[in-house]
């Protein structure tokens, strides 16, 4: 997974100590994630893709072009579960055939479904990226589902 974070920062004349202060965390903690050491977290992500004003799809690589999402959107754990249910139903798969196509457990998307955990970003990817369907569709950015992967 290739994220543009490194490419969205320098496109807006930031080094990496002045955006990790607009995030709120450490330089070293941020350089993780653009070195892809470490996959930023989901709320993570948010914060991010909400400073530059891009989505999740164009972060995640899913859009050539950054679109114009939603302002200071804040995560709504219960609708990314309603919306992982949903669409793991529309595609008549159990939660064990959906496990096994992202390679994980059925207690781990039952998880994800039930709210008792925020769905993390690889996932998120995988999801996105095996179903071909919107990052932000999932994470509740937008109400279109289908992505240009």
């Known amino acids: 997974m290739k994220l543009r974070l ?3 920062r320098q496109e807006n004349n930031l080094t990496q100590r002045q955006l990790a202060k607009k995030l709120k965390i450490s330089k070293s ?3 993780y994630f653009e070195t892809g050491e470490r996959i930023i977290p989901v709320m ?3 914060d991010y893709c909400n400073k ?6 164009y ?3 899913f859009q050539e072009y950054p679109e114009n999402p939603p302002k200071n959107y804040k995560i ?3 609708l990314i579960s309603k919306r992982i249910k949903e669409i793991r139903k529309s595609r008549e798969m159990t939660q064990k055939q959906l496990a096994e196509l992202l390679n994980t457990s059925q207690s781990t998307i039952s998880a994800y479904e ?3 955990t925020l769905i993390l970003t690889a996932f998120l990817y995988e999801l996105c990226t095996k179903l071909n369907i919107s990052a932000d569709y999932v994470i509740g950015r937008s109400n279109v589902i ?4």
Do not use: H, M, W
């Open 6 to 8: 490194k490419e969205i």
């Open 29 to 31: 903690y941020y350089n």
């Open 146 to 149: 289908n992505t240009v992967i």
């Open 114 to 116: 039930s709210g008792k």
């Open 52 to 57: 530059f004003n891009v989505s999740f799809d």
């Open 44 to 46: 993570r992500l948010n």
């Open 59 to 61: 972060v995640l690589g």
């Open 76 to 78: 709504k754990p219960a």
